[in-house]
């Protein structure tokens, strides 16, 4: 066996790649061949991988004169399998891997100059090498074979990419759904009502009994479909422990169970569910089955209509499930009408994992007092947007979801709680005005969705008559969608009393801390690891961590902190520290 130098065969394989990437750019035209049956199986997956590999008419050619007799289409048999071939136009480039016996193959290409990359040894002639383009000294081993075609792959893959980044072909399905939501948009641009400030609410009765007349025409649903696969957290969000042992489920729960005690009502508690969510839900509430408390559970599979395709799982494609669903969902087995039988006039739907959440009297006395059909809750992006007195918003106004992104965009975010008259969700349905929609697939990146959820008007508030909002505090606003909510969560920031989030009186900023925690916290798992106690932060600004930082017990901090270890190294935080305004990089920093 020849020893080559694998500096030149670096050199040449560059020189090669170039020319491939160069051709793929033009949309240029390949043809592999390869006669060893030893990378029959490599190849296959390489031109299946570039889209070019065919059951039928596949690269594995065993015969000559295929380039110089492709004018008049035939079916041939090799030695080993039948070929077919007839392509209508000549290869921009061929790339052969058994070049030594394929001298055939090279002078056909010679006389139609047509560029050959192809592996070569020392023991090649020297006329036949002269025809080779871009030649390769090698020793074709299996795997350099290997190798070859994966860059060969790579290479193509990423000029496709490029090609259709460049030059973005219009989507018939994609063109669809952006004339959809404009559509919507434009409608949702004549939607208006009055966001009034929560202060000036009316208070309660102060008979008891008039109270407990109001709740017992009150229910609750929870809409439990957000999942925390993205904390690495198999069940839905609403099981995940903020503190004390307690999910948001138990602080629903407790909150209900609260104002029947108090007021010796009855408000009952329907759990909607996905397939995915709904047996880890039932375990959770395994605890409660000695409660007083009525929980009704159903999920979405329960009812043909509520029913969302399960063939698509990609991670990059979100299902879309809007309020008309939800009011839908009262449907199954006749709940709506059994409920609205027994005298209940309202339901206060909660449709994601936001855990200030109060379920509130106040705006319930309001809604009946005023005999409003649709109450949204918003709370202001700033502090700075606060609602003093009330004001008329439009719907595109309002960001309706809770991304980060939004806040510096609009000065009211929709909390996703609302609050809606039954009767008018029976009128909408029994006249057809909720139609099912056909469930929407969104691809793309988590942003992209977002902006599209930012425009999506799916929203049912634009089909109720009488539709007010209320612009509730910011304390009440606090969704969990990351392992940097649960760090605000489980420390001396917040108690729960009752149910409800109570933030800490000893902290002056009206602000809360701000964190950037890096991708080794991103995991519920890594996050409670690292953390022998969750810090102290009543007086801590904004803290920064990055690298493999371990957390002590008993530590404080405050002002504004950075942490970061250096690369390929541990920092572990002592127990009992005190760190103020400082960067730490190494423990003898702190």
Not at 35 to 50: A, G, H, R, S
Not at 162 to 175: G, M, T
Request: net charge negative; aromatic share 8%; glycine share 4%.
């Amino acid at each position: 066996m020849a020893i080559i130098d694998s500096d030149k065969t670096l050199i040449c394989m560059r020189s090669a790649f170039n020319f491939i990437s160069s051709l793929a750019r033009q949309n240029g035209r390949f043809m592999f061949i390869n006669t060893n049956p030893l990378f029959d199986e490599i190849f296959e997956l390489m031109t299946k991988k570039v889209d070019c590999y065919s059951p039928s008419s596949n690269s594995l050619w065993r015969t000559g004169g295929f380039l110089t007799n492709s004018n008049s289409p035939k079916k041939f048999r090799s030695r080993n399998k039948k070929l077919c071939f007839g392509p209508t136009q000549p290869p921009d480039c061929i790339v052969i891997v058994d070049t030594e016996s394929k001298s055939s193959v090279i002078d056909e290409a010679y006389k139609l100059q047509i560029p050959i990359v192809a592996l070569v040894d020392s023991a090649m002639p020297l006329h036949t090498f002269s025809r080779i383009a871009y030649p390769i000294p090698v020793n074709p081993s299996v795997q350099f074979v290997y190798l070859f075609c994966n860059l060969i792959t790579k290479t193509l893959l990423l000029e496709k990419k490029n090609l259709q980044l460049s030059n973005p072909k219009i989507d018939i399905r994609e063109e669809a759904i952006r004339i959809e939501d404009k559509k919507r948009k434009n409608k949702l641009a004549k939607v208006g009502f009055t966001v009034i400030p929560y202060d000036d609410l009316a208070s309660l009765p102060e008979d008891i009994e008039e109270t407990k007349k109001l709740l017992d025409k009150f229910v609750v649903l929870k809409v439990n479909h957000a999942s925390g696969s993205k904390m690495g957290f198999e069940n839905p969000k609403s099981s995940i422990d903020i503190g004390d042992g307690k999910t948001f489920l138990d602080l629903i729960i407790n909150q209900i169970e609260i104002l029947n005690s108090k007021y010796g009502c009855q408000v009952p508690l329907f759990i909607f569910n996905k397939d995915d969510t709904h047996d880890s839900t039932l375990k959770v509430l395994e605890k409660y089955s000695e409660s007083s408390i009525d929980v009704h559970t159903f999920k979405q599979g329960e009812h043909p209509e509520l029913t969302i395709s399960g063939e698509h799982d990609s991670k990059e494609e979100v299902q879309t499930f809007d309020d008309g669903d939800i009011f839908r969902s009262l449907m199954i087995d006749g709940t709506l009408d059994l409920l609205l039988s027994q005298g209940k006039e309202y339901i206060l739907v909660m449709k994601s994992d936001n855990v200030a959440t109060i379920v509130d009297p106040n705006i319930l006395n309001h809604l009946m007092t005023n005999t409003i059909d649709y109450c949204m809750e918003v709370t202001p992006s700033h502090s700075s947007n606060l609602i003093l007195t009330p004001m008329n918003f439009k719907l595109q106004e309002i960001a309706r979801n809770q991304d980060k992104h939004l806040k510096d965009k609009f000065k009211l975010i929709d909390t996703t709680n609302m609050w809606v008259s039954l009767r008018a969700i029976k009128r909408l349905i029994d006249t057809n005005r909720l139609k099912p929609k056909k469930p929407s697939i969104l691809k793309g990146s988590d942003y992209d969705q977002t902006l599209r959820q930012e425009t999506n008007a799916e929203s049912a508030v634009q089909f109720f008559d009488n539709v007010i909002g209320v612009s509730t505090p910011e304390s009440r606003f606090l969704p969990l969608d990351a392992t940097s909510d649960l760090l605000l969560l489980q420390s001396d920031l917040y108690t729960c009393r009752e149910g409800v989030l109570t933030r800490n009186p000893a902290r002056t900023n009206p602000l809360n801390p701000v964190f950037d925690l890096g991708p080794e916290f991103a995991k519920i798992g890594d996050f409670q690891s690292r953390f022998k106690s969750i810090p102290s932060i009543i007086g801590l600004d904004s803290l920064v961590v990055r690298g493999d930082v371990w957390f002590g017990s008993n530590i404080t901090l405050k002002g504004q902190v950075t942490i970061a270890a250096k690369p390929g190294s541990k920092l572990e935080i002592s127990d009992g520290v005190v760190i103020e305004n400082k960067e730490i990089n190494d423990p003898a920093d702190i």
